[in-house]
């Protein structure tokens, strides 16, 4: 099958979860037999480079590359809120990119039409002008179900209805989507069921994050010693910062009043300057990491306190694909088919959390058997083989339609 798959970004190197999703997804593809030709966006956040991308890489995507500004211009912002456009969206949209399209529409035939996020969703006219080929949108998350989360928890009375205005406006456009593709490929099946909920007729269906559980080595259990409970992300995304701060204000004061040699260790790219010069007692605090899998390797419990965000945590899947347990809230475990108290800890409040904390600090069998639970859940649910099978058979059955 001939797939092209139009990116948001780069998807190599798969440095955060979005890339992580799409090179794994093109991996998969390129693995059972598949042509993949890849066409990405390059931003000033993320810029493809060459130099990185491994000869067969090169090779077998033929990847190519559009440099778009996509930031922020006060003046288009202003003019998209006028006229009900979306700007988070239409920032993505150039005539290059447009033009590259009708160009490879015109020489290539596609069997499908991959597009990575919504993001991409301003090129499906074009996409239909020039190609017969099915449009898949590949939901990565519910866009507008993250922003409607931060409007929520906005504390800026100022800000907040204007957050919730945005909010509204980005849903309409995105259930509008729905009905301009032949099908959803939603990352989690809550992602799924609200798509549904919106009584479209496009096919929905759940292709999950999926990793290839033989790159995530697990370490045979030391004996127990200190437990350094860890959080790994990017701290430009404001969920991410948001449950950071969380964290460090209501939960670790509370698991220090108990146990005062408790360990914490953030790390992230982007790390805000007032965190990276704070002292608080067993916290250490850093920037990006060289390696990620290194660093989760190297610790013991993952923490990911999330109140805004939507889709699925790469990171909480990665980290129980180490046999790591994860302590969440339940935002934070949405979209992964879990069980609390088997394979993962949900905490609702800061009380909670922090009895999570502690409890693993003094059980450490029980750290370890839910770790264990944890490899065996993606092992089973979320390999790469599995995931990119039913992807196929998505496209197999729009191709017969």
Partial sequence: ???????????????????????????????AGHQVKVLCIS???NTLDRSQLPEDYLRHTRIEDVYVDTRVNLVDAFTDLVTADNYNISRFFSPDVDIRLIRLLSEEEFDVVQLESLFVSPYIPTIRRYSKAAIVLRSHNLEHVIQDRIATGEKNFLKRPYRKFLAKQLEAYEMAVLDRVDAVAAISPSDAQHFAEHGTRTPITTIPFAVNPAEYEVEEQKKPGKVTFFHLGSMDWLPNEEGVRWLLAEVWPKVLAQRPDARLDL?????????????IKGVTIRGRVKNAQHFMRDRQVMVVPLFSAGGMRVKIIEGMALGKPVISTPIGAEGIDHTEGLNILIARTANEFAQHIIALIEAPDYAHMIGTEARKLIVERYADQRIVKDLVDLYVRLRKA
Avoid: E
């Fill in 1 to 31: 099958m001939r797939i092209l798959q139009l990116c948001n970004k780069p998807p190599y190197p798969p440095i955060d979860g979005g890339s992580k999703a799409m090179h794994n997804l093109t991996r998969g593809l390129l693995a």
């Fill in 267 to 279: 790390a992230g790219n982007k790390m805000p300057d007032d965190l990276m010069a704070s002292t």
């Fill in 43 to 45: 931003t000033p956040k």
